[in-house]
């Protein structure tokens, strides 16, 4: 693009030059008028504001020395299409190759060749806003053509992307969508510039429009393209077997690919001539206060590497924090996603999340069995010692039960109290609890095969009643609430 600028500035520089009274020649300064000369910093064509300045101390790579290099002025060449304009009221000089710019701007480029330019309707050759009236039907025909094909492209990118979400496979499908469209405008890009041959204004805004669209398509394929990589190392059967976790994976490859992007969006601001470096500069001087709008989000990406770097969690374990328990499904750079045991999805920011008390059942290696056990205090002392050795008989006998304990630890208010204490050699919960019922069972068999029964919370009362002397005696009333059977005496 640059290229094609400078052409056209070298060919409405020619038009002014070919239009105007240049001086004698040995009026212009020459190679053997400059080095003696060296106050001359600046020589200005007469009659004209086309000026010729001295850059000072350029580099000669020929040479390989700093020498002084005599060019046309930074405001002549901004302002060569104002002096071309101005200059077209002028006539030619005799020497001048007429309407060289009109040939070049109103003829088709690789298209057609020179020639065949002639078969053109002279209609279509009318020059309307810098362009003529062929070359803007084209530019709607080629702009047509690559609405339909981009079109074309999403129809084929939701037909691969239902195949995919199918199979669950091609990480890398996302990136046909970018690659496809870019593919499509820099194809409009060369043809326009190529073969319908636009100039002027009309160049200037295409070629950015088209730049910066390049450029956003080259940002969205960057950062696909580290997502992609990321699920396909995720997926690699050799990094299942190595236990790595999946969450780290995706936020390294999702950092990579931020910075990855964050390149070419600064190549492409310098592509289309933004001034990046006083943007990053303003950018630091209004980084604090944009610090103290987003320092949860930064505290959020903070506790997320915390969490990577610590691991105290990882994505299937089961966890508890707070009043929220569950088991977690992914762990992003912001926060982190947890499905809870009703099957509710929470999504915790990582600064609360590394910051709180945390608990990790999923680390263990066993579960604590232990529940208690209350027994009538009809129980006899050989039906007691007989239900103690019993059971733990049977967690002794218990493959996947160790470290057990079977004690009498207190004559309660209402019952003799039983403690059983052991580890199940398991941490999946359903099977806790399966292994917990099957014991429960055998040890109300045990209770029942002894003579006596669990003891319910009740409470004794005496109520005074005089006797056939006289005497009054206590007559023990009990009162079981678990029941519902009311006051009932105790005896006769």
């Known amino acids: 693009n640059r290229d094609r600028v400078g052409l056209e500035s070298a060919l409405w520089l020619k038009e002014v030059l070919d239009r105007v009274q240049l001086p004698a020649a040995n009026q212009i300064p020459d190679l053997q008028a400059v080095p003696a000369n060296k106050t001359l910093k600046r020589w200005q064509v007469p009659g004209t504001e086309i000026a010729i300045a001295r850059l000072e101390e350029t580099q000669d790579r020929e040479n390989n020395q700093f020498v002084d290099e005599y060019l046309f002025s930074p405001d002549t060449v901004a302002h060569l299409k104002k002096f071309y304009a101005e200059a077209q009221t002028l006539a030619y000089q005799p020497s001048a190759t007429k309407g060289f710019y009109e040939f070049y701007a109103t003829n088709p480029g690789d298209l057609l060749p020179p020639k065949w330019s002639q078969w053109l309707p002279a209609w279509s050759k009318t020059i309307v806003l810098e362009q003529t009236i062929w070359q803007w039907f084209s530019l709607l025909v080629s702009f047509g053509v690559a609405i339909a094909l981009i079109q074309l492209i999403f129809n084929w990118h939701d037909q691969i992307q239902n195949k995919v979400n199918a199979t669950g496979d091609a990480p890398f499908s996302k990136l046909f969508l970018p690659i496809a469209i870019a593919s499509v405008i820099v194809g409009l890009q060369y043809g326009i510039e190529q073969w319908v041959n636009i100039t002027g204004d009309a160049f200037t805004v295409f070629s950015t429009i088209v730049t910066l669209a390049v450029f956003i398509l080259a940002s969205w394929a960057t950062l696909w393209l580290f997502d992609a990589v990321g699920s396909a190392i995720v997926a690699s059967p050799k990094i299942?077997?190595?236990?790595?976790?999946?969450?780290?994976?995706?936020?390294?490859?999702?950092?990579?690919?931020g910075t990855a992007t964050a390149t070419v969006i600064y190549l492409g601001a310098l592509q289309l001539g933004v001034p990046v470096a006083p943007l990053l500069t303003s950018f630091g001087a209004i980084s604090l206060a944009i610090s103290f709008g987003a320092q949860e989000y930064f505290k959020?990406?903070?506790?997320?590497?915390?969490?990577?770097?610590?691991?105290?969690?990882?994505?299937?374990?089961?966890?508890?924090?707070?009043?929220?328990?569950?088991?977690?499904?992914?762990?992003?750079?912001?926060?982190?996603?947890?499905?809870?045991?009703?099957?509710?999805?929470?999504?915790?920011?990582?600064?609360?999340?590394?910051?709180?008390?945390?608990?990790?059942?999923?680390?263990?290696?066993?579960?604590?069995?232990?529940?208690?056990?209350?027994?009538?205090?009809?129980?006899?002392?050989?039906?007691?010692?007989?239900?103690?050795?019993?059971?733990?008989?049977?967690?002794?006998?218990?493959?996947l039960i160790t470290d057990e304990r079977v004690r009498l630890v207190n004559l309660g208010d209402y019952s003799l109290e039983i403690e059983v204490h052991a580890y199940l050699l398991t941490i999946d919960y359903d099977k806790y609890l399966e292994y917990q019922e099957k014991v429960l069972l055998k040890i109300l068999d045990i209770i029942e095969q002894s003579g006596t029964d669990l003891a319910f919370p009740s409470q004794t009362l005496y109520l005074?009643?005089?006797?056939?002397?006289?005497?009054?005696?206590?007559?023990?009333?009990?009162?079981?609430?678990?029941?519902?059977?009311?006051?009932?005496l105790s005896g006769n």
């Not at 299942?240 to 690919?257: E, N």
């Not at 009703?342 to 915790?348: E, I």
């Not at 002397?469 to 059977?485: A, E, Q």
Request: net charge neutral; aromatic share 6%.
């Open 464 to 488: 005074p009643e005089n006797d056939q002397h006289g005497l009054s005696k206590d007559l023990p009333v009990s009162h079981n609430p678990i029941s519902g059977n009311g006051w009932q």
């Open 300 to 399: 959020n990406v903070v506790g997320g590497l915390t969490l990577f770097i610590d691991r105290p969690v990882a994505v299937g374990d089961t966890c508890e924090f707070g009043n929220i328990r569950g088991t977690v499904e992914e762990i992003g750079l912001r926060s982190t996603r947890i499905r809870t045991m009703d099957q509710t999805v929470v999504s915790v920011p990582n600064s609360t999340l590394s910051t709180s008390h945390l608990v990790n059942y999923s680390k263990r290696d066993r579960r604590l069995l232990k529940f208690d056990i209350h027994l009538r205090y009809e129980t006899t002392r050989e039906q007691l010692e007989q239900i103690l050795l019993q059971i733990y008989e049977l967690l002794e006998k218990h493959p």
């Open 240 to 257: 299942k077997k190595k236990g790595i976790d999946a969450s780290l994976i995706r936020t390294v490859f999702q950092l990579f690919g």
